[in-house]
């Protein structure tokens, strides 16, 4: 009923807001973890029902696990079409995500910096994802003297959609922080570029 009162052709972030639909959906009905493409895995996520919080006050729809037909993915589905707003960013995807987490607890003693349980759910510190924010991710495209360890991470957000202007690339022999994390974690992918030489 949602999808046919919509017309795409008028919709301004159409391809997120289908996007943000479909993960939803997805989860729900299969459970499972979404992650956006433009994170590199670094290790095993060891929770079945989470969120990312991406700051303090906001929880980002970017990477998130859920059982399958879980409250919580069923009450964002419910909220998705009843106050539907395609025309500002991000409101069917990570304010979204951040209206239902505060209907399930109250997060007045979240610090940002420590896990914190909602009910079932594991609200994850942004240290976990999200070390370098969306308005230093040009960070990850220099060469660094010492390197992070990311010890805590379970992987890292390159925010293509910031880098959406300026179009920084992995290059292969660049030596930057990009370059290092894609030897390390994404073998198979960078022996390719390299041997293609593709920057990505």
Known sequence: ???????????????????????????????????????????PIPHHNFLAAESKQYSSNAVLGFSSHHEFTWKCMEDFVKNYRGDIWGYQGPFLFTRIRNQFCNMASFNGKEDFMCGNITILSPEHFYPIGPGSFNRYYEVWDKEPTFDICYALHLWNYANRGDH????????????????????????????KKTPV
Not at 177 to 185: G, P, R, W
């Open 1 to 43: 009923q949602f999808y046919l009162q919509v017309d795409p052709a008028k919709e301004i972030y159409w391809a997120h807001v289908s996007s943000d639909a479909c993960r939803l959906a997805l989860l729900w009905k299969h459970g499972g973890i979404y992650m956006d493409t433009d994170f590199i895995s670094l290790r």
């Open 168 to 195: 920084r690339t992995m290059v292969p022999g660049s030596n930057t922080l990009v370059e290092h994390l894609y030897q390390k974690n994404c073998p198979s992918v960078y022996t390719e570029l390299v041997r």
